[in-house]
């Protein structure tokens, strides 16, 4: 009897050669995904995290070992605590404004009225609008002279408020227009998630006598505990990493009053050339 052959006729040696095939297949296939995540995603991270270090202006300028110098420097730093207070507070107007806003839009779209077409449209156009556009637009509405807004409130007999201007009013302005732009995201969601909800679950609900009321506390809102898991982490991640709109529309002014990580990051790196502190906010 030929050894090699029982051996080959085993079965948990064919069973692990299947599984070490497997992994290697497996591995070959994450393997792209591995390296482009190690080359944008994890390299990056662990380079910044490395300049926070230093003092150096960027590019090939000469840097200075400084240790701990920048991150001590950042916790006394009052306009650093500022813009995370603010990134704090548009975490919590994303996950408690924009959220419930979009479930609201949601259940609209579901409702039996007319021009639910129209109003899909409508309420989805600001998201697929450019973030600098959105930020433009706005400046020219929040205008103290001319805007609609301010027209408006003169309508009520109030005086034009600086909207952009002052420093009680700028953040709500800016939040504004986020909620405005981003909760058409979380709607889609949730008409998504809406459309699996099985059919018959309403039906026999209307047979048992619940109301419309009762059926999306008993039935809507506890099949969209998931999707509203996931649009809460979404909202907490988009809301640290928000930049543009911000700089767009007030550059982190008046006072730092609107100042976030990524306007006072970008000030530090790209403004002030200093790459290493600004390394130390990114870490």
């Not at 190690?38 to 990056?44: E, G, K, T």
């Amino acid at each position: 009897m030929n050894p090699e052959v029982g051996v080959e006729t085993n079965p948990n040696v064919v069973r692990k050669k299947q599984k070490q095939k497997q992994a290697r297949t497996i591995l070959l296939f994450v393997l792209p995904g591995l390296l482009v995540y190690s080359v944008f995603i994890l390299y990056p991270i662990l380079a910044t995290f490395n300049y926070s270090f230093f003092n150096f202006s960027g590019g090939q300028s000469q840097r200075t070992f400084v240790g701990l110098s920048n991150y001590t420097t950042l916790f006394a730093d009052q306009t650093f605590w500022q813009a995370l207070k603010n990134n704090s507070f548009i975490i919590l107007v994303s996950v408690f404004v924009q959220i419930p806003l979009g479930l609201m839009m949601a259940l609209v779209l579901f409702s039996p009225i007319k021009g639910v077409k129209l109003l899909n449209v409508l309420y989805f156009l600001p998201y697929l609008m450019s973030t600098v556009a959105i930020g433009l637009l706005w400046i020219f509405m929040f205008d103290p002279m001319n805007g609609p807004v301010n027209q408006v409130v003169k309508l009520f007999g109030q005086n034009p408020i600086p909207w952009l201007a002052d420093k009680n009013t700028a953040m709500i302005a800016v939040l504004l227009v986020i909620v405005w732009q981003f909760a058409p995201f979380y709607m889609i969601l949730f008409k998504a998630a809406m459309v699996g909800i099985p059919d018959e679950l309403y039906e026999a609900a209307r047979i048992d006598g619940a109301n419309g009321t009762q059926q999306f506390f008993y039935i809507t809102f506890p099949s969209l505990i998931p999707t509203i898991v996931t649009s809460s982490i979404l909202a907490v991640v988009g809301s640290l990493k928000q930049f543009d709109i911000f700089y767009i529309m007030t550059g982190g002014g008046p006072g730092n009053s609107t100042e976030i990580l990524g306007t006072y990051m970008f000030k530090q790196g790209f403004i002030n050339f200093n790459m290493g502190y600004a390394s130390t906010i990114a870490a």
